[in-house]
């Protein structure tokens, strides 16, 4: 992970000089590789986003079904008492003028 971290701020700082480049002084290519490391970064983020979320299934596999179960419960609560909030609030609109 620490690697992907790395790549991450290493992209983001290459791209420094072509934002000036664009924002700055109007570098039409610049925005092209602007754009492409931009594509790059997205590419970047996606793959960080699922290796952590397999890191976080693997470690939350680990615990134990019991305390999974637990886990997987509480949500549902908070959803029903999220979408009760909500209907509260959609009881009183606002007059209109």
């Not at 039409?28 to 590419?43: C, D, F, H, I, Y």
């Not at 699922?50 to 615990?63: H, L, P, R």
Request: aromatic share 4%; hydrophobic share 40%.
């Amino acid at each position: 992970m620490a690697n992907n971290f790395g790549k991450l701020r290493d992209l983001v700082m290459s791209l420094e000089g072509d934002f000036e480049k664009f924002y700055d002084k109007s570098n039409s290519a610049a925005g092209t590789r602007v754009r492409k490391g931009m594509q790059e970064l997205k590419n970047l983020a996606q793959e960080i986003r699922a290796e952590v979320q397999n890191t976080k299934n693997s470690a939350a596999g680990d615990k134990g079904a019991s305390n999974g179960a637990a886990t997987k419960a509480a949500p549902a609560k908070k959803a029903a008492a999220g979408a009760a909030g909500g209907a509260a609030k959609k009881a009183a609109p606002a007059k209109k003028k």
